[in-house]
């Protein structure tokens, strides 16, 4: 496979395309995606990771394969108040 893109619609990506992946080869260092979770992403309770991977194969055209993840995002509802009080 050359020329192997990775993108995502929610995560910055860094890491430059993969010029050339062998046939049963893992590449698991060139991509890194970040994404800071949002308070919306909190209040919904789910955070879906979507990522696509696009690469030309020698011969024919390009090929894609998508993943999808969906994480749970339990809420803390618990509220705390410290007063300190000082006697005299």
Do not use: E, R
């Not at 992946?21 to 060139?30: K, M, S, Y």
């Not at 890194?32 to 979770?37: A, M, V």
């Not at 949002?38 to 020698?58: H, K, L």
């Amino acid at each position: 496979m050359n020329n192997v893109k990775l993108t995502d619609p929610t995560a910055t990506i860094s890491g430059g395309s993969i010029a050339t992946l062998a046939p049963g080869v893992t590449d698991t260092t060139t991509f890194t995606g970040t994404y800071t979770l949002t308070q919306s992403d909190v209040d919904a309770g789910t955070f879906t990771n979507t990522a696509t991977v696009t690469g030309t194969p020698p011969t024919g055209d390009d090929v894609t394969a998508q993943s999808s993840d969906t994480k749970p995002l339990p809420a803390d509802k618990k509220i705390s108040l410290l007063k300190p009080a000082s006697w005299i």
